[in-house]
């Protein structure tokens, strides 16, 4: 099996694949008496309200650079891109993790009578822990009184520290008398993810790769129908990577495992049964169903050259963990909504929703209820199953799915010529574009580019913490004596930065009693000053920084005493561009003589900005400016 040769010698060529009949169909004309729309009359359309602006405005692009234009023709030779059968629904996987194993029993057998169709077992050291899971021990009484045998699904999330889960597990099922053939069960092994997430590892891929095959092997002669391995995109979304990244690493490390099992006797056609992939789903819509969408291909195109027929792989989604926030913990309720609409739509095979309130401890019944009933209800009311691939012939999504799949392609390619995705890690390549990308998302999130509604957008300083169980974070040291080492996947939120400030604010309050303030010295009428102050509340609220607002002043005599009674060190000034003209240099000296600590204004200054500063206005607040780097500043000034 030459993956190498067809890795490097081999492009991505049209990787739509024949995978399923084309479903062309007569074309129903609901708008046959009106003249056909054109491509043309649309531009000359917005040519009008771009007024001269250069038609780029109306485009981005992605992490990975691909180009999403504002509107896309229909892909009249599209072709269904296969993953479930027809009209078949998701599973719906519940996430188990509580440590205690009676609470973990409890909760499971109430998700499976009120709707999951699986359970996702989550241990201790997994790659998606979070913090807490079972231990390997607990796993006879976590599932007790609950019928294995019966249709459920059992997906296994685990680490090096609690692989052995899954050997209790095959002990269970003799004890129970159950045949393995009768269960439908993932285990997720998966060491090339575990060490990339650890940054290390006790033994070397050569030494590692035969255990897994023997292990695979052994399950396999019990009577298991698998898949037994897992390739992990998670790791790379969560550290913050971009799609193309998390496909190519999915596809490298699957491919790792194949060439692993064929070396250990199983042929091909059985070695690929043997293994499905992991994906976040995130809430960018199109992005996620392209991903999806994308990996069919990718793995097609494998298969094909292993001179395999394609069949569809096993695509198990999550809802992504750098998503979640724990500020306003309920928009993440939001976030999976959209995640699932678009994993499921995309051919997700099963979907684990992170409860809400996951970022903030252990989730209570109501968000593990919660998760549950959004895959329900978008599968039962929204019937979003129905359809088979629901995105074919959408001209934006296939086209971002064509292009995510060779972008994907050229960087699996790539670790393929540095040895495959084991020695890539060795030599820190992966996460080398890993954190380009994060560190470019980082700096979007902290000049709001990228918007964390309720916590970089929008906060509410006044929100009610809900409520989470009781269950203290298992800190685990790596497994084994740390043999091979290098840069580690670590995963993020996205949040994160922001949170730490709030965090700093309800510290400070809980020690005087009051947050820290600005305030907003809005200059003439509401219509003056309402944008701008609207904008320099959410600002700095964002940093746990309250804003004390004001009715707007018209002289700076009136600012400066408002200013006096209102206990806050930091003022911003709010208004338009001319009332900044005529009044924002007299309102800065006249506060900076009330004592005011430091002067913001909300706007860029413009040409008059050496004015401002020596009127005593220090710093500038506006859309598109490093909110992050201003608020950590403030407190700075704070201190002083």
Known sequence: MAFHAFAVETGPGDLKTKMANDTASEELRLAAEFPPATREAWLKLVDGVLKGAPFEKLTNKTYDGLKIEPIYPRTTDASIVAGRGAAQPWQIMQRVDHPDPAQANAQALHDLENGASGLTLVFTGGNAARGTGLEPTALARALEDIYLDAGIAIEFEIGPQSRIAVQHFAELLKARGIAPANVEARFGLDPIGAAAVWGSSPYPWAEIAPVLIGGVKAFAALGFKGPFVAADGRVIHDAGGTEAQELAFVLASAVAYLRALEAGGIALDDARCMIYARLSADADQFLTMAKFRALRLLWARVEESCGLKPEPLFIAAETAWRMLTQRDPNVNMLR???????????????????????????????????????????????????????????????????????TA?????????????????????????????RAERDKNIARRKDVMTGASEFPNLHEDVPEVLDAKPIGLAPYGETKIKFDGLAPIRLAAPFEALRDTSDAILKRTGTRPKVFLANLGTPADFTARATFA???????????????????????AEAYKASDAALVCLCSSDAMYADHAAVSAKALQAAGAKHIYLAGRPGDREADYKAAGICSFVFAGGDALATLRDAYEKLKA
């Open 409 to 437: 392609w050229s960087l699996f390619q790539e670790i393929e010529r540095a040895g495959g995705a084991w020695a890539a890690l060795e030599q820190n390549l992966i996460q080398k574009k890993v954190a380009t990308a």
């Open 336 to 406: 999976v909504t959209g995640a699932v609409f678009s994993a499921g739509l995309g051919g997700a095979n099963s979907i684990c929703v992170l409860p809400h309130t996951l970022a903030l401890g252990l989730p209570d019944p109501f968000a593990r209820r919660v998760a549950r009933n959004t895959q329900l209800i978008l599968l039962e009311e929204s019937n979003l199953a129905k359809v088979a691939d629901p995105a074919a012939g959408a001209g934006g999504i296939e086209t971002l799915t064509q292009q995510l799949a060779a």
């Open 537 to 559: 509340k959410s600002f700095f609220e964002t940093g746990g920084i309250e804003a004390v607002d004001t009715p707007g002043f018209a002289d700076a005599a009136s600012l």
